[in-house]
């Protein structure tokens, strides 16, 4: 079983910048796959970029250009470098892992930008 811990969220005006953290139970070498996730008020749950134990990262078209997923294997954690961020980012953003087949999830950090 895998745990997943989610920090970096918050508040921030429009154009401004946060670093989402993820810290995992397990070693993420073991961890196929990691991702960060959000769902907006009243919206599905999407994807927002992801990253392989290989090191391959996929981002939604909306975060391109503007958000870095990155890895740190030795602290066991996974980052969402975010910047100018928009209005339309606000939501509650997820870790997420695949491990063995069985996908594991955080408990969320909200991220609130102002306009």
């Known amino acids: 079983q895998v745990h997943l811990v989610e920090s970096g969220g918050g508040l921030v005006q429009a154009g401004g910048s946060l670093r989402l953290s993820c810290s995992a139970s397990?070693?993420?070498?073991?961890?196929?796959?990691m991702g960060w996730y959000r769902q907006a008020p009243g919206k599905q749950r999407e994807l927002v970029a992801s990253?392989?134990?290989?090191?391959?990262?996929n981002y939604a078209d909306s975060v391109k250009g503007r958000f870095t997923i990155s890895r740190d294997n030795a602290k066991n954690s996974v980052y969402l470098q975010m910047n100018s961020l928009k209005p339309e980012d606000t939501a509650v953003y997820y870790c997420?892992?695949?491990?063995?087949?069985?996908?594991?999830w955080g408990q969320g950090t909200q991220v609130t930008v102002s306009s």
């Open positions: 397990e070693s993420i070498f073991s961890i196929n796959a």
């Open positions: 990253i392989t134990n290989g090191g391959s990262t």
């Open positions: 997420n892992a695949l491990f063995r087949l069985i996908v594991y």
